[in-house]
């Protein structure tokens, strides 16, 4: 599990269902803001076992914030004969110390009021109908995410305006109002209620009413940041160009890219832009791989949209200009010039004729005066040599470079670099969850059940590997191992539909 | 005065009355005796089919508005009812999946459109929000109302649908509790409209009666809409025969299989048969005569165009002609999928869902000529170009019926699209922009699929698929017919397309028993080779592009047909062609 970026982190998310779990039962609240009920919960050293109709899962103290048992007495393993004496007078142990059992049943009584009112909170707001709704002072928010995960979207936009404001002054039109900012707890939720696309993390509503849609992921809170810096970048150009008046594509995704690789201190509330996106590197490194390298005038001169590669592309080139000493200034010139200047040639967009661009001659003849440079084939070799000297380090790089190889059938590849992902960040949990499915359509089910359980290790309560586990006991022919499998994965996640499903086609091969 | 105005109330209450139970008195009620419920529709709801909508086996009753809603922007808004059950003891349901399931990536893998089906079909959904959900993208729940109707526990649910929305929804939902199951009752409307329709929709919603309330409700066993069609398919070793043999096996099982049709012909059905045809029907004589003269026409054509392709025969195919969707009742539902060689049947209306009266004979042409290609060659019809295909289908189906012959001429479709496009490119070119709505004919034709989308912006598919069709027309019709450089040239095109297409099979198997060998030569290196002979593969795999083989194909099949031509040439066709096209 990914230690989390916000500090102070309280309980969130996910509420399962109304109902308290019986008596021997209890909740648990995970660091990274989930929350599990079981029907039953054992405590061991370190960590809790929890039993389930179909199997049992031990979930490890440290991944957890807290855990609130409804007996903690039940079942307590590894007590000392002086710990049997204290009990055999009726007393119970509870938070470090001995209480008697009808204190133990006053705190409960209240601990369970607290927990249902807190429950019954997030189960309501958890609905986009009752969602919390947040004014600051550019932005109004709407959210089903905790409150404390919010806090700090929250906090990050505003000192978002102020980075952006500082280096192109920004003004928010009355008419236009305050940015409708949506939140959405999880991406099945983002695509429904959000009208999200499949594929996207985020998007920007640049017709009016302006808004941005995004989701929180958990499991990769800073894929979400880049999401959120990205689009919100698009806001921000949309109130700093002139009104009808479109950036080429090149420009206008490379900065939100070039801002989307930022870093975020939630302590100093300071933003850092121009990271390296590693997916983005990812993807250019293959298609240099390929040969397929982007001619630096047609990305320029192009006006309608761009495909994802040409993202990838545009961002390096607004990296590096804004990198380099001898260009950073001029770039700045040019990127004020083409949002501001009046006197600059226009003519419709080709992506939407009811919006205009500068000349693509006009726009380039700008660049090379405000960068000071003669050359656009020097520029680019520049460009190319520049993309080839970055370097991934992070996680997600070797992560999106492993799917890569996935998709272009490198098995062999791809198994290397999901293997030095796990290195870098040995929590990460995507990597477990494809790389264990990778071994497994392989047919390499004794890697793969190692690799799952690895997963299991960090993410106990994750179904996927229970399915991946299941899928290997099935080829094995285990099939009563299957299927318990396959229930167990139920029961973790019984609201899943994808999950029934998935467990569905297991066990009917 | 009193007696005027005694006059005028007793004037009104007699129309009055009618006026207001009128709507409720055409109310029709449907009835499922199987599933074990009744339940009003709103005015002017008629049943259709449900896997448009939803592919799910949990819906029991589909229904839509005639004609939608006007919105104001002059398309009309679809209204409609689906009814669902979701039994609280739910059996494991089968899929009968016959992939692997190796990969799990999602449908989008699924090259089978049955195994698609299927897994759609049979996803397990325990209640409507979970469907819903899962299903339907855009909304989300709002408030909600519990109430009693009819002795039920029912809870009713507004669905808002808000983002990016041209036009934004207000649906509602009623689930009712019958005995632990949900029974659910979806109706749609638009936002601006939800307060007129309402009432119709609380109605709909009051007028639901189960049938046995002690039995309560049963979800029919129903198998998911893809139905496999085999007869008539040859067997393995019946497709190894020498070319008559096989042709006097389909023959004789095509008989065989049109024989049934007629036996299990329903009451009320006429049949007539013609040399390459047997029509089945339920409509009138006129109408029936008209698509077997049709389809006679359209195969008569094809026989004397490109009969020559193979000695393949085309077995006798069989037209089967509903009134409309009503009649087609259940069998509206779902995809039918054909066994290699089993006897296609098309499906016609004569009175189609939007009223548009050639529908039927523009289909009939479409499966015609399909099916004909591929009985006779179906190597050469998969490989044959996005031109050509589509260009034979468009001079075909906008072709005329004057009693027994087709009259080839442009329909409005293709005048107004290519005037369209000429006059965009035109608009383009002042402006220095990109004018490519219409290709130049020597990159037309050797155009590949994948690039046939490329270009053009969204309506890129159709200028190319009008443009092909009005060439197809210029050589076989126009002045292509008379020149000395084009004439016969489509003839040409594809005999030396059938010389190319032997080359290609034998590359695809060659790359295939490379990869076999490649694969089998790796089990023996070391991780380190293995890698290494990884990367390989995949530089060289990325030097060719995807449609590399298409491309390679047509280039050279270009340069055996048109090779001759010089670039002045072409410059001539083009003007010729632009002329005749209308520009």
């Known amino acids: 599990m990914r230690p989390s970026i916000f500090p102070g982190l309280a309980v969130c998310t996910l509420a399962l269902t109304l109902s308290l779990p019986a008596q021997k039962g209890g909740v648990l609240v995970f660091k990274d803001g989930r929350w599990i009920q079981a029907p039953e919960i054992h405590v061991e050293k370190d960590a809790y076992r929890l039993v389930y109709p179909h199997g049992q899962v031990k979930v490890p103290t440290k991944l957890l914030l807290k855990a609130v048992l409804l007996d903690p007495t039940a079942q307590m393993k590894g007590l000392s004969s002086a710990d049997k004496a204290k009990m055999e007078k009726g007393l119970v142990p509870y938070k470090g110390r001995w209480v008697s059992r009808s204190r133990l049943a006053f705190i409960l009584a209240k601990e369970k009021k607290k927990l249902r009112a807190k429950m019954e909170e997030i189960r309501r707001h958890s609905q986009w109908r009752d969602r919390y709704k947040e004014t600051t002072r550019h932005f109004a928010f709407e959210y089903t995410i905790p409150p404390e995960i919010a806090r700090n979207y929250i906090n990050f936009f505003e000192a978002y305006w102020k980075v952006f404001n500082k280096r192109w002054r920004i003004r928010q039109p009355p008419r236009l109002g305050k940015l409708k900012i949506c939140i959405y707890n999880n991406q099945k939720d983002f695509l429904r209620i959000g009208n999200g696309d499949p594929g996207t993390l985020g998007y920007f509503r640049f017709v009016e009413p302006l808004e941005i849609n995004f989701y929180h992921d958990r499991r990769d809170v800073q894929l979400t940041l880049s999401v959120l810096w990205h689009e919100c970048n698009h806001y921000f150009m949309y109130l700093f160009v002139q009104k009808g008046v479109n950036n080429p594509s090149w420009l206008e995704e490379g900065l939100a890219e070039y801002f989307g690789g930022s870093k975020w201190d939630p302590k100093t509330r300071k933003m850092t832009p121009g990271l390296i996106q590693e997916g983005r590197l990812v993807a250019l490194h293959d298609a240099m791989d390929g040969n397929e390298y982007q001619k630096l005038e047609p990305l320029m001169r192009q006006g309608s949209r761009i495909s994802s590669i040409q993202y990838a592309w545009s961002w390096s080139l607004c990296h590096m200009l804004f990198s380099k000493k001898k260009y950073a200034k001029g770039f700045n010139r040019f990127i004020v010039k083409m949002a501001k200047d009046k006197t600059l040639k226009k003519e419709p967009w080709p992506g939407n004729p009811d919006f205009r661009w500068v000349k693509p001659d006009v726009q380039i003849a700008l660049f090379k005066k405000c960068l000071k440079i003669k050359d656009l084939a020097a520029l680019e070799k520049e460009w190319y040599a520049y993309i080839k000297k970055m370097k991934v380090k992070g996680v997600r790089g070797y992560y999106e470079a492993a799917l890569d190889c996935v998709r272009w059938k490198r098995p062999i590849r791809a198994g290397l670099y999901f293997k030095k992902a796990m290195e870098i960040d040995p929590n990460y949990i995507s990597t477990y969850e494809a790389y264990s499915r990778l071994l497994y359509r392989q047919d390499k089910y004794k890697e793969a059940r190692e690799i799952a359980q690895k997963g299991i290790e960090r993410d106990p309560i994750n179904p996927t590997f229970y399915l991946v586990l299941a899928r290997i006991e099935w080829e094995k022919g285990s099939k009563q191992k299957a299927e318990r499998l396959c229930n167990l994965a139920m029961d973790l996640a019984p609201d899943d539909v994808d999950v029934r499903w998935q467990a569905q086609l297991i066990l009917e091969k | ?583």
Not at chain 2, 354 to 369: F, L, P
């Open chain 2, 1 to 583: 005065m009193r007696k005027k105005r005694s006059l005028g109330l007793s004037f009104l209450v007699p129309l009055a009355l009618p006026l207001i139970l009128a709507p409720r008195a055409s109310a029709k009620v449907y009835v499922d005796k199987k599933v074990g419920f009744k339940i009003s529709l709103p005015k002017d709801f008629q049943e259709t089919p449900a896997t448009r909508y939803l592919i799910t086996r949990y819906c029991v009753g589909a229904f839509r508005h005639k004609k939608g809603i006007p919105t104001g922007e002059g398309d009309y808004y679809p209204l409609y009812m689906l009814c669902f059950l979701f039994p609280a003891h739910q059996e494991k349901t089968v899929t009968s999946s016959t992939t692997r399931e190796k990969s799990d990536q999602g449908v989008d893998d699924l090259q089978d459109l049955k195994e698609l089906v299927r897994r759609f079909f049979h996803r397990p959904y325990r209640n409507f929000d979970e469907l819903a959900k899962d299903q339907i993208k855009g909304f989300y729940f709002g408030k909600e109302n519990h109430t009693k109707i009819n002795g039920w526990d029912v809870t009713i649910k507004e669905m808002h649908f808000e983002k990016d929305r041209r036009i934004k929804g207000l649906w509602l939902v009623a689930l009712y509790n019958v005995h632990g199951d949900q029974f659910a009752v979806l109706m749609t409307a638009p936002e601006n409209k939800f307060r007129k329709l309402k009432s119709q929709m609380l109605r709909t919603f009051r007028s639901f009666k189960v049938l046995n309330k002690k039995k309560g409700l049963y979800l029919k066993d129903v198998k998911p809409p893809v139905e496999t069609v085999t007869e008539g398919s040859l067997t393995k070793d019946e497709r190894k025969l020498p070319v008559e043999k096989r042709n006097k096996v389909i023959l004789t099982k095509a008989e065989r299989v049109l024989a049934k049709k007629i036996e299990d012909l329903p009451k009320g059905w006429t049949h007539m048969r013609t040399p390459h045809y047997l029509i089945l029907s339920h409509v009138d004589q006129r109408f029936t005569k008209k698509i077997a003269n049709q389809a006679e026409a359209i195969h008569h054509w094809l026989d004397k165009e490109f009969g020559d392709l193979s000695l393949n025969v085309v077995p006798p195919g069989v037209i089967r002609i509903y009134k409309d969707i009503k009649d087609l009742g259940d069998k509206a539902d779902g995809w039918i999928v054909y066994r290699p060689g089993a006897i296609l049947e098309i499906t016609l209306l004569k009175q189609t869902e939007s009223g548009d009266r050639k529908q039927a004979q523009w289909r009939v042409t479409r499966e015609i000529i399909d099916k004909w290609f591929t009985y006779k060659n179906e190597d050469l019809w998969k490989r044959m170009p996005a031109w050509m295909t589509d260009g034979i289908v468009q001079y075909l189906s906008s072709a005329q019926l004057k009693g027994r012959r087709l009259v080839f001429k442009p329909d409005p479709e293709e005048t107004t699209t290519l005037k369209e496009a000429f006059t965009m490119d035109k608009m383009a070119r002042k402006k220095g922009m990109p004018a490519n709505r219409i290709k130049p004919l020597k990159d037309l034709v050797k155009m590949t699929k994948r690039q046939t989308y490329q270009g053009g912006g969204f309506y890129a598919r159709y200028f190319f698929f009008y443009q092909s069709g009005s060439f197809v027309r210029f050589l076989l019709d126009g002045p292509g017919k008379r020149m000395r450089k084009t004439k016969g040239i489509l003839k040409k095109y594809i005999q030396a397309l059938l010389k190319e297409i032997v080359e290609v099979e034998k590359k695809v198997k060659a790359e295939q028993e490379a990869e076999r060998q490649r694969q089998a030569k790796m089990a023996d290196m070391s991780e380190e080779e293995r890698l290494k002979a990884e990367d390989e593969e995949y530089r060289r795999r990325r030097k060719r592009a995807v449609d590399a083989l298409q491309k390679e194909m047509l280039e050279k099949v270009f340069k055996m047909t048109f090779g001759t031509l010089t670039d002045r040439d072409w410059e001539i066709i083009q003007k010729k062609w632009e002329k005749f096209a209308g520009k």
